[in-house]
Structure formats: structure tokens, C-alpha cells
């Protein structure tokens, strides 16, 4: 498990108005491809550097194709990166302002301290 690596995906996704339309429309697909290309790629490094030692795990692919919240709460990734990510993808689909905010906050109010480690 890389927690490191779902907060990448949740990052570098959240900040390209594209791939949060990919990500929401083919959450699989964007995976997949961005596991293998992005994912491996170092951020604010020079091109032609890589990694190729990380992947999701099983469990880590299905929470981000499930666009589960929760879940990848519970394996380590930075709320704050799944809330804006995911405002971006499923708040123009609630009809009142902050509904998907406060859905996301109700799903994830079973969590009692201490919270999951987040750190990466």
C-alpha cells in the first residue's frame, strides 16, 4: 500500500479540469492509464525521470475506481484531497449548495479518533 501514490493520483488528477472529467466518466480506464504513465512519473523533476517500483494495490484500484471516499479514507488518503477532487467531480450533480459536502462529511461520521494515519 502506497499512500503516498493515492494522494498523488488524487493531486495531480484534481489539478487538470480534463482528467477530472476522465476520472469521472471512466474511473477504470483513468486508473489504469494514469497508474502506468503519470504514476510513474516524479513530479517537479525534469522529464526522463521515473519510478517503477510503485502501484496500487488491489484494494487501493478499486476505492479509486468506486470513487469510494470512505474507503480511501480508511487505506490513508488526505481528506482534503478526495473533498476537492471529488467536489469537483459530484457537486453539480446535488441541487443545493454544500449538499455533496455535507453527504461526503455523513459518510465518513462513523470514523472516531484516532483517525487513520494519513501521513505519507
Known amino acids: ?6 494522494n498523488k493520483f488524487l493531486y495531480t488528477v ?17 486508473v489504469a492509464w494514469w497508474e502506468t504513465t503519470l504514476g510513474t ?4 523533476c ?5 519510478t517503477t ?4 494495490t488491489d ?4 476505492a479509486l475506481t468506486a470513487h469510494d471516499h470512505v474507503a480511501l479514507f480508511a487505506l ?4 482534503f484531497l478526495t473533498l476537492t477532487l471529488f467536489i469537483a467531480m459530484f457537486e453539480r450533480d446535488h441541487p443545493e449548495p454544500l449538499a455533496y459536502q455535507k453527504r461526503y462529511g455523513e459518510l465518513l461520521s462513523h ?7 494519513i501521513a505519507t
Open 1 to 6: 500500500m502506497s499512500k503516498y501514490l493515492l
Open 76 to 79: 490513508g488518503a488526505h481528506p
Open 14 to 30: 484534481d489539478r487538470d479540469p480534463d482528467l477530472v472529467e476522465r476520472y469521472r466518466n471512466d474511473p477504470a480506464g483513468t
Open 41 to 44: 512519473t516524479l513530479l517537479n
Open 46 to 50: 525534469h522529464t526522463g525521470e521515473a
Open 111 to 117: 470514523f472516531s479518533l484516532p483517525y487513520p494515519d
Open 53 to 56: 517500483w510503485l502501484s496500487f
Open 59 to 62: 484494494e487501493e484500484r478499486g
